[in-house]
């Protein structure tokens, strides 16, 4: 059963499309596990990096992987970022992904949306 639905933003579309088969299975089955699961999905999957910002946790290929993401009323999971762990990185990676955030909260994203749709029409 599942506990919502998942939207992409265009960066993880992006780079969920150019991954290998075998590593898109990998990240496949962790997205499918969140959205089963939604917030009830804790540790070691998922961790609160600020607020409403969370993070999806898995490897490919022995590479710490993080997508960053939150949960949108009407049990919508929606994936901001994606980014490979490094210590040196994260604070920045968190800074762009709460940036991210941002921008889907004042633009009130709802799925369907095209990139350069102002949401007007």
Do not use: N
């Not at 999957?45 to 960053?68: C, I, M, N, S």
């Not at 970022?81 to 994203?109: D, G, I, Q, W």
């Amino acid at each position: 059963m599942t506990w919502g639905t998942v939207e992409l933003e265009p960066e993880v579309r992006d780079w969920l499309e150019r991954l290998p088969t075998a590593q898109f299975a990998t990240a496949a089955f962790y997205v499918d596990l969140l959205a089963e699961q939604g917030p009830l999905l804790g540790e070691p999957y998922t961790r609160q990096l600020d607020g409403k910002l969370r993070e999806l946790r898995f490897h490919l290929e022995g590479r710490a992987v993080r997508v960053t993401y939150w949960i949108a009323p009407g049990r919508r999971v929606v994936l901001l970022t994606v980014f490979a762990k490094t210590r040196m990185r994260e604070a920045a990676e968190v800074s762009r992904a709460r940036r991210a955030l941002a921008r889907c909260l004042t633009e009130s994203h709802t799925v369907g949306e095209g990139e350069g749709d102002d949401g007007d029409g």
